[in-house]
Protein backbone atom coordinates (compact mmCIF):
# COMPACT_ATOMS: atom_id res chain seq x y z
CA UNK A 1 0.00 0.00 0.00
CA UNK A 2 1.33 3.05 -1.22
CA UNK A 3 1.80 6.11 1.68
CA UNK A 4 1.94 10.21 1.25
CA UNK A 5 6.13 10.31 2.46
CA UNK A 6 5.40 13.31 4.35
CA UNK A 7 1.92 12.40 6.57
CA UNK A 8 2.82 8.66 6.37
CA UNK A 9 -1.12 8.59 5.70
CA UNK A 10 -1.83 5.93 3.19
CA UNK A 11 -2.46 7.23 -0.29
CA UNK A 12 -5.87 4.81 -0.54
CA UNK A 13 -7.83 5.42 2.81
CA UNK A 14 -10.46 2.70 3.49
CA UNK A 15 -14.03 4.16 3.52
CA UNK A 16 -16.13 3.72 6.56
CA UNK A 17 -18.74 1.11 6.36
CA UNK A 18 -20.52 -0.04 9.64
CA UNK A 19 -20.35 0.50 13.48
CA UNK A 20 -21.47 -2.70 15.56
CA UNK A 21 -22.62 -2.81 18.75
CA UNK A 22 -23.17 -5.67 21.49
CA UNK A 23 -26.90 -5.00 23.47
CA UNK A 24 -29.10 -6.84 25.68
CA UNK A 25 -31.90 -6.02 24.13
CA UNK A 26 -31.15 -7.45 20.30
CA UNK A 27 -34.98 -7.68 19.83
CA UNK A 28 -35.60 -3.89 21.38
CA UNK A 29 -32.62 -2.53 19.00
CA UNK A 30 -33.49 -3.92 15.95
CA UNK A 31 -37.07 -2.48 15.87
CA UNK A 32 -35.91 0.77 17.17
CA UNK A 33 -33.33 0.95 14.21
CA UNK A 34 -36.12 0.37 11.72
CA UNK A 35 -38.71 2.54 13.05
CA UNK A 36 -36.06 5.69 13.38
CA UNK A 37 -33.83 4.95 10.39
CA UNK A 38 -35.54 2.69 8.44
CA UNK A 39 -32.72 0.04 8.92
CA UNK A 40 -33.96 -3.83 8.32
CA UNK A 41 -32.14 -6.92 9.22
CA UNK A 42 -30.66 -8.64 6.73
CA UNK A 43 -30.01 -11.49 9.20
CA UNK A 44 -31.28 -11.78 12.75
CA UNK A 45 -30.72 -14.36 15.16
CA UNK A 46 -31.24 -14.72 18.45
CA UNK A 47 -27.53 -13.69 19.08
CA UNK A 48 -26.83 -11.14 16.58
CA UNK A 49 -27.85 -9.15 14.05
CA UNK A 50 -27.04 -7.11 10.75
CA UNK A 51 -29.23 -4.30 9.31
CA UNK A 52 -29.08 -1.96 6.29
CA UNK A 53 -30.55 1.03 4.86
CA UNK A 54 -28.69 1.70 1.98
CA UNK A 55 -26.52 -0.98 -0.86
CA UNK A 56 -24.51 -2.27 1.75
CA UNK A 57 -24.90 -5.42 2.78
CA UNK A 58 -24.70 -3.77 6.49
CA UNK A 59 -24.49 0.02 8.57
CA UNK A 60 -25.21 -1.73 11.77
CA UNK A 61 -24.41 -5.12 13.58
CA UNK A 62 -25.68 -5.83 16.99
CA UNK A 63 -24.08 -8.53 18.86
CA UNK A 64 -25.54 -9.89 22.09
CA UNK A 65 -23.21 -12.96 22.95
CA UNK A 66 -23.96 -14.62 26.40
CA UNK A 67 -21.97 -13.20 29.16
CA UNK A 68 -22.76 -9.27 28.51
CA UNK A 69 -22.98 -6.75 30.93
CA UNK A 70 -24.63 -3.05 30.87
CA UNK A 71 -22.35 0.14 31.39
CA UNK A 72 -22.50 0.98 34.70
CA UNK A 73 -22.90 5.04 33.68
CA UNK A 74 -22.75 5.00 30.16
CA UNK A 75 -23.31 8.98 29.55
CA UNK A 76 -20.28 9.45 31.25
CA UNK A 77 -18.05 6.58 29.99
CA UNK A 78 -15.66 7.10 27.03
CA UNK A 79 -16.81 5.07 23.63
CA UNK A 80 -18.95 5.98 21.15
CA UNK A 81 -21.14 9.23 21.70
CA UNK A 82 -23.68 8.73 18.38
CA UNK A 83 -23.85 7.57 15.11
CA UNK A 84 -25.20 9.50 12.35
CA UNK A 85 -27.34 9.46 9.29
CA UNK A 86 -28.01 11.84 6.84
CA UNK A 87 -30.55 13.05 5.03
CA UNK A 88 -30.64 14.83 1.59
CA UNK A 89 -32.91 17.59 2.00
CA UNK A 90 -34.33 19.66 4.89
CA UNK A 91 -37.80 18.67 4.19
CA UNK A 92 -37.03 14.97 4.23
CA UNK A 93 -35.44 15.41 7.47
CA UNK A 94 -37.74 17.92 9.33
CA UNK A 95 -40.90 15.64 8.14
CA UNK A 96 -39.02 12.96 9.88
CA UNK A 97 -38.49 14.66 12.95
CA UNK A 98 -42.64 15.05 12.70
CA UNK A 99 -43.17 11.31 12.06
CA UNK A 100 -40.98 9.90 15.20
CA UNK A 101 -42.21 12.74 17.47
CA UNK A 102 -46.08 11.63 16.53
CA UNK A 103 -44.89 8.18 17.55
CA UNK A 104 -43.57 9.60 20.85
CA UNK A 105 -39.86 9.71 19.93
CA UNK A 106 -38.46 12.67 20.35
CA UNK A 107 -34.50 13.94 20.23
CA UNK A 108 -32.11 14.65 23.59
CA UNK A 109 -30.48 17.26 21.29
CA UNK A 110 -31.25 19.76 18.85
CA UNK A 111 -28.39 21.42 17.59
CA UNK A 112 -27.52 23.66 14.37
CA UNK A 113 -24.09 22.98 13.91
CA UNK A 114 -23.87 25.22 10.55
CA UNK A 115 -22.16 21.97 9.15
CA UNK A 116 -25.42 20.22 9.99
CA UNK A 117 -28.58 20.92 11.66
CA UNK A 118 -29.02 17.82 13.51
CA UNK A 119 -31.67 15.92 16.06
CA UNK A 120 -29.97 13.16 18.34
CA UNK A 121 -31.58 10.43 19.42
CA UNK A 122 -31.09 7.64 22.09
CA UNK A 123 -31.52 4.10 21.23
CA UNK A 124 -32.87 1.61 23.61
CA UNK A 125 -29.78 1.47 25.06
CA UNK A 126 -28.90 4.49 25.09
CA UNK A 127 -26.65 5.20 22.31
CA UNK A 128 -26.75 8.43 20.41
CA UNK A 129 -28.45 8.56 16.83
CA UNK A 130 -27.68 11.96 15.31
CA UNK A 131 -29.84 12.40 12.11
CA UNK A 132 -29.18 15.51 10.23
CA UNK A 133 -29.38 17.62 7.13
CA UNK A 134 -26.37 18.98 5.49
CA UNK A 135 -26.29 22.90 6.54
CA UNK A 136 -25.41 24.11 3.08
CA UNK A 137 -26.78 20.76 0.96
CA UNK A 138 -23.56 19.94 -0.20
CA UNK A 139 -20.47 18.13 0.98
CA UNK A 140 -18.15 19.94 -0.34
CA UNK A 141 -19.63 23.50 0.76
CA UNK A 142 -19.79 22.34 4.26
CA UNK A 143 -16.24 20.92 4.19
CA UNK A 144 -14.84 24.32 3.17
CA UNK A 145 -16.99 25.74 5.75
CA UNK A 146 -15.81 23.75 8.70
CA UNK A 147 -12.44 23.61 7.85
CA UNK A 148 -11.98 27.73 7.42
CA UNK A 149 -15.03 29.41 8.92
CA UNK A 150 -13.78 31.63 12.13
CA UNK A 151 -17.75 31.16 13.03
CA UNK A 152 -16.76 27.37 13.41
CA UNK A 153 -13.41 27.39 15.07
CA UNK A 154 -15.42 30.09 17.59
CA UNK A 155 -18.70 27.79 18.08
CA UNK A 156 -17.61 24.13 16.97
CA UNK A 157 -21.02 22.84 19.14
CA UNK A 158 -23.47 25.48 17.21
CA UNK A 159 -26.82 26.62 18.70
CA UNK A 160 -29.40 25.19 20.12
CA UNK A 161 -32.99 24.99 18.74
CA UNK A 162 -37.05 24.10 20.05
CA UNK A 163 -37.61 21.75 16.34
CA UNK A 164 -41.48 22.40 16.68
CA UNK A 165 -40.24 26.28 15.85
CA UNK A 166 -38.51 24.96 13.03
CA UNK A 167 -41.81 23.41 11.83
CA UNK A 168 -43.75 26.58 12.38
CA UNK A 169 -41.17 28.24 9.94
CA UNK A 170 -41.01 25.37 7.68
CA UNK A 171 -44.92 25.64 7.70
CA UNK A 172 -45.01 29.15 6.89
CA UNK A 173 -43.16 29.16 3.79
CA UNK A 174 -39.35 29.78 4.98
CA UNK A 175 -37.31 28.34 3.20
CA UNK A 176 -34.02 26.13 4.18
CA UNK A 177 -31.36 28.58 4.36
CA UNK A 178 -34.02 31.19 5.85
CA UNK A 179 -34.69 28.57 8.98
CA UNK A 180 -30.74 27.98 9.46
CA UNK A 181 -29.66 31.24 9.23
CA UNK A 182 -32.58 32.12 12.19
CA UNK A 183 -31.43 29.02 14.12
CA UNK A 184 -27.74 30.21 13.83
CA UNK A 185 -28.77 33.55 15.14
CA UNK A 186 -30.50 31.86 17.83
CA UNK A 187 -33.89 32.77 17.01
CA UNK A 188 -35.43 29.13 17.75
CA UNK A 189 -33.91 28.82 21.01
CA UNK A 190 -35.62 25.86 23.17
CA UNK A 191 -37.02 26.69 26.81
CA UNK A 192 -34.46 25.43 28.29
CA UNK A 193 -30.74 24.69 27.12
CA UNK A 194 -28.99 21.81 27.47
CA UNK A 195 -26.17 22.19 30.24
CA UNK A 196 -23.95 19.36 28.33
CA UNK A 197 -23.49 16.94 25.63
CA UNK A 198 -23.46 13.94 27.98
CA UNK A 199 -25.84 10.89 27.03
CA UNK A 200 -28.72 11.06 29.42
CA UNK A 201 -28.90 8.24 31.18
CA UNK A 202 -31.78 5.65 30.01
CA UNK A 203 -32.37 3.44 32.88
FE1 LIG B 1 -22.17 13.89 14.81
Not at 133 to 142: E, K, L, P, R
Not at 178 to 185: G, L, M, P, Q, S
Request: aromatic content about 12%; glycine content about 8%.
Amino acid sequence: MPENRSTGFPVNAPKLHHTTFTTLRLDQMVEWYGIVCGLRPVFHSDEAAWLTNDEANHRIALLSPPGLKHPTDKGHETGIHHTAFEFKTFDMWINNYIRLRNKGILPFLTLDHGITMSVYYQDPDGNGVEIQVDGFGDWADSSEWIANSLEFAENPIGTFFDPEKLVEARDAGLSFQEIHERARAGEYLPETIPEDIFLPEVW
